[in-house]
């Protein structure tokens, strides 16, 4: 089929819940997808943070090929070799000492979330289950990810919403503090908010926040989905904030493309569940935690958080030099290969023009050109990137001058 036909089947049969792009990806490599059609794009979106290892990254084709000659699935009555393996590796490499599989970042928010409750109801009692996350978070869409969510308009239509939720301004000390309450049992933040436009929490923030938990008795829990697994340039976000959260989750990069999540919690917290209080048919299986072994050996083995430290930086500077000549650049920001520029008007024909050219790219909250490219992305790949937005802005500018704007 060809991204035409595609498109038109998918108009028919998927549900409209995504405003897509008018192609189909088949193929992918490295930091390269190809269409239906047979066009190349460099691919600066990687799913969104999924594909930190590049696209098909061998290790992780070999791993799933050798699995799924073995066994695909079992359920979790049984124990299971890959998965064991794997919160092995996760909690040597990380301040957790347990972990629990699901499938999806919402799902391991959600986990995380019912970890606090039940966490909080056996050590207080009944009473203490609310929960406080910042405005502009985004958490996933399940109705209780979608409730800790800081932003209604993700969530009109669809309340009832869960109870138990406050939202405060992102890096408001002063707001967290008076956010407390005897009710509150957890803090749940983006080390670095991602769809809210690219805002790093600031180390004064964290290490309020970390000394607010502890005076408090709070669980201190930390959505890792899109800042885990190397894209800051540290294997997990918090590790730039000298502090350690009680409860981290992950997703996106897991894999390598495969879905996965997981909830990662230590000492105390990681002590909470008994069987039946919490699960997941598919949750750990051994063909996505064989994939996620084989993506995460390659991000430690091929030292992909420093490289995406190192290009990060690179790209910032890149950024930084062209504000000097574009006006409309409001703002560089960001952590390792998560970055934003924010710009004066909307970014979206920036977008449509990387995507003629043939470079994917994309945005958040409208003013922001958000980059995630893989993390073991070639610098050529990254100058023809940059050389390309640069073009855009300048066509760009030229245009809104030329009607007036
Ligand atoms: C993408 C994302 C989620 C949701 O993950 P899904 O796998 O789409 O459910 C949750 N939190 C953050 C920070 C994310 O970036």
């Known amino acids: 089929m060809n991204n035409e036909t595609i498109m038109k089947m998918g108009q028919e049969y998927v549900m409209n819940t995504y405003l897509r792009q008018p192609f189909a990806l088949v193929r992918g490599q490295g930091s390269y997808v190809w269409d239906a059609d047979g066009n190349k794009y460099l691919d600066m979106v990687s799913g969104i943070a999924v594909n930190n290892v590049g696209h098909c990254h061998p290790k992780v084709v070999e791993a799933i090929q050798k699995q799924a000659q073995e066994l695909l699935h079992c359920s979790n009555l049984y124990w299971i070799e890959p998965q064991v393996q794997l919160a092995k590796m996760i909690t040597d490499h990380s301040c957790g000492t347990k972990v629990f599989f699901c499938n999806s970042g919402a799902e391991a928010n959600e986990g995380a979330i019912k970890l606090a409750r039940k966490w909080a109801s056996k050590k207080y009692g009944s009473g203490r289950y609310e929960i406080i996350t910042a405005l502009h978070s985004f958490h996933g869409r399940t109705l209780t990810a979608l409730t800790a969510t800081g932003q209604e308009k993700y969530q009109k239509g669809f309340e009832p919403l869960t109870p138990g939720f406050k939202y405060v301004p992102y890096n408001d000390l002063e707001a967290m503090t008076m956010a407390i309450t005897p009710q509150t049992c957890a803090i749940l933040l983006e080390p670095l908010q991602g769809e809210g436009g690219v805002y790093a929490a600031t180390p004064e923030y964290m290490t309020g926040v970390k000394k607010l938990c502890e005076e408090h008795g709070l669980l201190l829990m930390f959505d890792e989905v899109q800042t885990g697994l190397g894209r800051t340039g540290k294997l997990f976000g918090y590790e730039h904030y000298g502090i350690e959260p009680d409860v981290f989750?992950?997703?996106?990069?897991?894999?390598?493309?495969?879905?996965?999540?997981?909830?990662?919690?230590?000492?105390?917290?990681?002590?909470?569940?008994?069987?039946?209080?919490?699960?997941?048919?598919?949750?750990?299986?051994?063909?996505?935690?064989?994939?996620?072994?084989?993506?995460?050996?390659?991000?430690?083995?091929?030292?992909?958080?420093?490289?995406?430290?190192?290009?990060?930086?690179?790209?910032?500077?890149?950024?930084?030099?062209?504000?000097?000549?574009?006006?409309?650049?409001?703002?560089?920001?960001?952590?390792?290969?998560?970055?934003?520029?924010?710009?004066?008007?909307?970014?979206?024909?920036?977008?449509?023009?990387?995507?003629?050219?043939?470079?994917?790219?994309?945005?958040?909250?409208?003013?922001?050109?958000?980059?995630?490219?893989?993390?073991?992305?070639?610098?050529?790949?990254?100058?023809?990137?940059?050389?390309?937005?640069?073009?855009?802005?300048?066509?760009?500018?030229?245009?809104?001058?030329?009607?007036?704007?």
């Not at 390598?256 to 069987?275: L, M, N, R, Y």
């Not at 750990?284 to 091929?302: F, K, R, V, W, Y």
Request: aromatic share 6%; net charge negative.
């Open 249 to 405: 989750t992950l997703a996106k990069g897991l894999g390598g493309g495969v879905p996965i999540g997981a909830v990662v919690a230590k000492g105390e917290a990681a002590e909470t569940f008994s069987p039946g209080e919490h699960a997941s048919t598919f949750g750990g299986n051994p063909l996505a935690t064989a994939a996620a072994i084989a993506a995460l050996s390659a991000i430690i083995d091929e030292k992909m958080p420093q490289q995406a430290f190192e290009k990060g930086q690179y790209i910032t500077e890149k950024f930084l030099a062209l504000k000097e000549v574009h006006s409309c650049i409001q703002d560089v920001r960001g952590l390792g290969l998560l970055v934003g520029m924010e710009l004066s008007f909307e970014a979206k024909p920036v977008q449509d023009y990387c995507l003629k050219k043939g470079i994917i790219i994309n945005t958040v909250q409208n003013k922001v050109v958000r980059l995630v490219p893989p993390l073991n992305i070639p610098y050529e790949d990254i100058d023809k990137c940059i050389a390309v937005i640069a073009e855009s802005l300048k066509v760009i500018e030229e245009g809104r001058a030329w009607k007036g704007q």
